[in-house]
Nanobody
């Protein structure tokens, strides 16, 4: 059973930084893509950043402030968040499209980690 486990959320003042981590475990042969999404109450979940085969993309609101990176041997993805703003407050979810032994590719979600930015 594949699991994605996030860590690194918390409370930070505006202008501060946080680093989110997500590690995938299970019968993973390779990672097609991994990314970070966020959601606030009453709104749809939105893609924040994603990385696949070395190419990364960001939602406009975080471009230049957030950086996504991968550690393939560890099946991990990270999100370095700098210059945080109160509007970045949300639950952040790790997402992974993974190729599994004998099962092909499937998409998984972590349980989420809360990021709160105070003004």
């Amino acid at each position: 059973q594949v699991q994605l486990v996030e860590s690194g959320g918390g409370l930070v003042q505006a202008g501060g930084s946080l680093r989110l981590s997500c590690v995938a475990s299970g019968s993973i042969i390779s990672i097609n893509s991994m990314g970070w999404y966020r959601q606030v109450p009453g709104k749809e979940r939105e893609m924040v950043a994603a990385i696949a085969r070395g190419d990364s993309k960001y939602v406009d609101s975080v471009a230049g402030r957030f950086t996504i990176s991968r550690d393939n041997p560890k099946n991990a993805v990270y999100l370095q968040m700098n210059s945080l703003k109160p509007e970045d407050t949300a639950v952040y979810y790790c997402n992974g499209n993974l190729y599994e032994l004998n099962r092909g590719s499937h998409t998984y979600w972590g349980h989420g980690t809360q990021v709160t930015v105070s003004s």
